[in-house]
């Protein structure tokens, strides 16, 4: 299976609630101030890391990915809000319901694999573990031959200011 898949270095692993692409640095200020009031009268919550699936499907995968269960409705509302507020500035709104996981690899060569598909199978109810969600931050992603570079730009910390 892992030879098929090109997996997410572990200090990449993250749980995005919006893409926003290419964003001049002029805007910043704006996103980070709708952000942070996005967040204003939420409260932290914890989140469960649970069970493994694929998208679009198990018998088809292309992204494998760990998903949340406990925690689930708050990050649905955080993203929910996320969407709205930076869709006042201009960002558009996400077309599809809004699904927390996070990315584990994508498959190198997308098609029917009957050993990934019964491997994730067998792993929807593996527990990956908790962990406390205080707020989110805004991402800035550089693409390079070795994967992707993230560096944090501003952080909202939920139920208060940044």
Not at 6 to 28: Q, S
Not at 156 to 162: D, I, Q, R, S, Y
């Amino acid at each position: 299976m892992a030879r098929d898949v090109a997996w997410v270095a572990p200090g990449n692993l993250h749980l995005t609630l919006k893409f926003l692409g290419t964003v001049p640095e002029t805007r910043i200020d704006a996103i980070v101030a709708a952000l942070t009031q996005s967040g204003l009268d939420l409260r932290p919550f914890e989140a469960r890391i649970r069970g493994l699936g694929a998208f679009p499907s198990g018998t088809r995968p292309r992204v494998i990915w760990a998903g949340v269960t406990d925690g689930a409705t708050e990050m649905v509302e955080l993203a929910r809000r996320v969407d709205a507020a930076l869709a006042e500035l201009g960002f558009a709104r996400e077309e599809r319901p809004f699904s927390p996981h996070v990315t584990l690899g994508r498959v190198r060569r997308p098609g029917r694999d009957p050993a990934l598909t019964e491997a994730l199978g067998l792993a929807t109810v593996r527990e990956f573990g908790r962990m406390l969600v205080p707020g989110a931050a805004l991402m800035r992603s550089e693409l390079g031959p070795r994967g992707a570079r993230y560096t944090e730009l501003a952080k909202m910390t939920l139920g208060a200011p940044v």
